[in-house]
C-alpha cells in the first residue's frame, strides 16, 4: 500500500511517539522531498524519526506543477499532492485544510492524523485518543475545539 505523508501528521504523531502507527497501517511511507527538507531545517519533532528505514524520502517529477499549487499551497503540501498523483498513491496523509480540499478536489483518497487515530483505536493500536490528543495540544499541536470534540465523541471517549 502507498502512503504518501505530508509534514505536519509527521510531527504530530511523532511528538507523542507515535509515529509507529504510519508503519504499522502502510507498512512503508513515501515523503516528498520537500516534506524531509521542512522537517529537517531544524531540531524538533520527526527530525531523527524520519530517517527510519520504512520511511523513503522521493523527489517529484512534475516541477511545472509545483509552481502552478504553490500560489495556494506551501513546499510540503505541494510536492505531497503531486508525489501522491505521480505514483497513484492509495493515501494521502495531510491535515492542513486548504491541501486537504486540494488533495479530494484532485480525487485522491486523503486521510488526516486525527482519522487515523480513530482507525489505531478500532484496530486496537491505541486503547484510548483522548491522552493522546491532549499530548499533541500539550506539546503546540492545533486542533479546533469543536475537531477535538467530535473525534473524542466518535471514539466514544466523551
Known sequence: MKAVVNTTPLISLACVGRLDLLQRFFGGIIVPEAVYQEIK????????????????????????????LLSQLDSGEAETILLAQEIQADFVVIDENRGYRVARQVGLPVVRTLSLLLRAKEKGYVVQIKPILEEMITRGRWYSPAVCQAILSEAGEI
Do not use: L, N, S
Not at 528505514?53 to 512534475?62: H, K, L, T
Open 41 to 68: 531545517a531544524k531540531p524538533g519533532y520527526a527530525y531523527v524519526e524520519i530517517d527510519q528505514p520504512w520511511i523513503e524520502i522521493r523527489a517529484i517529477e512534475g516541477r511545472v506543477y509545483k509552481q502552478f
